[in-house]
Antibody, heavy 123, light 107 residues
Framework: EVQLVESGGGVVQPGGSLRLSCAAS????????MTWVRQAPGKGLEWVSY????????FYPDSVKGRFTISRDNDKKSLYLQMNSLRAEDTAVYYC????????????????WGQGTLVTVSS | DIQMTQSPSSLSASLGDRVTITCRAS??????LAWYQQKPGEVPELLIS???TLQSGVPSRFSGSGSGTDFTLTISSLQPGDVATYYC?????????FGQGTKVEIK
């Protein structure tokens, strides 16, 4: 059974940093691209970052580029999101999500989702 | 960047009604379009991939169609369990943009 468990959320002051983790199990982690998606309270879904299974390809939207860094450790079956220079508008539930199919096959990014971890940026 | 625009932003329909949600891309994306359902208080769930491929276990009253710039999610007969917000997402290339969502309620 595919499982994704996020951790690391919490309350942080504006300008601060936070590192989110996503522990994966139930599949060959290194074979799948992963993404982070966030959802501000009462708002819609926003894609935050993408990383291919080998870590050789990474993408961010402009809203977080230069502030957020996605990474993964395939030996530990873990995905990370380092968030720096946090702003009030970064307040959201952050989900990690696995692509539906392995790398090399076209598939949607949100095949499996974790339960999310809440990040609150407030003074 | 390609923008994804969903309409309507919300709708209220009666049980058994046919419901149609539209997602429009500002440029062509082929059929690299997914639909997700997010029930209140729950995590999003993948409903449809490749614009029209229903995921295993998804009721057959759901269907998707379209290619290029115009896509549709249809619920043929609205049921109580379909109360949710529905999102489209493009995945042909980054950015992997979501539509703003369509909230579906029962009248």
């Amino acid at each position: 059974e595919v499982q994704l468990v996020e951790s690391g959320g919490g309350v942080v002051q504006p300008g601060g940093s936070l590192r989110l983790s996503c522990a994966a199990s139930g599949f060959t982690f290194s074979s799948y691209s992963m993404t982070w998606v966030r959802q501000a309270p009462g708002k819609g879904l926003e894609w935050v970052s993408y990383i291919i299974g080998s870590s050789s390809v990474i993408f961010y939207p402009d809203s977080v580029k230069g502030r957020f860094t996605i990474s993964r450790d395939n030996d530990k079956k873990s995905l990370y999101l380092q968030m720096n220079s946090l702003r009030a508008e970064d307040t959201a539930v952050y989900y990690c999500a696995r692509y539906w199919l392995p790398d090399g096959l076209a598939s949607p990014p949100g095949g499996y989702w974790g339960q999310g971890t809440l990040v609150t940026v407030s003074s | 960047d390609i923008q994804m625009t969903q309409s309507p932003s919300s709708l209220s329909a009666s049980l058994g009604d046919r419901v149609t949600i539209t997602c429009r891309a500002s440029q062509g994306i082929g059929t690299y379009l997914a639909w997700y359902q997010q029930k209140p208080g729950e995590v999003p769930e993948l409903l449809i991939s490749a614009a029209s491929t229903l995921q295993s276990g998804v009721p057959s009253r759901f269907s998707g169609s379209g290619s290029g710039t115009d896509f549709t999610l249809t619920i043929s007969s609205l049921q109580p369990g379909d109360v949710a917000t529905y999102y489209c997402q493009k995945y042909n290339s980054a950015p992997l943009t979501f539509g703003q969502g369509t909230k579906v309620e029962i009248k």
